[in-house]
């Protein structure tokens, strides 16, 4: 059993920042990929940005150079670090975390985080 929790998210000023933090607990054996989505209203879910068990990460052009994603292996968390917010980020963030326990590999999704960024 693994459960994912999203902390960090609410309502910020246009130019503001915030960091969501990620959080994984149960029978891990070890994370793998990590990575943070988005989903506004009437839109599609997105990635944001991801980050490989090796270090590596991948964002989407629109937040490059403003986001920051990174990750914890000894504590089983993923942070995005939001800088310079628009409103255009406006969101429901969710963590996604490859992991392996002792039934297998799996891909495992967080509840959602709200992110607001008013003009």
């Known amino acids: 059993q693994v459960q994912l929790v999203e902390s960090g998210g609410g309502l910020v000023q246009a130019g503001g920042n915030l960091k969501l933090s990620c959080t994984a607990s149960?029978?891990?054996?070890?994370?793998?990929?990590m990575g943070w989505y988005r989903q506004a209203p009437g839109k599609q879910r997105e990635p944001v940005a991801l980050i490989l068990g090796g270090g590596g990460t991948n964002y989407r052009d629109s937040v490059k150079g403003r986001f920051t994603i990174s990750r914890d292996n000894a504590k089983n968390t993923m942070y995005l670090q939001m800088n310079s917010l628009k409103p255009e980020d406006t969101a429901v963030y969710y963590c996604?975390?490859?992991?392996?326990?002792?039934?297998?590999?799996?891909?495992?999704w967080g509840q959602g985080i709200q992110v607001t960024v008013s003009s």
């Open positions: 996604n975390m490859y992991i392996t326990t002792m039934g297998g590999r799996n891909y495992y």
């Open positions: 149960g029978s891990i054996v070890g994370p793998g990929t």
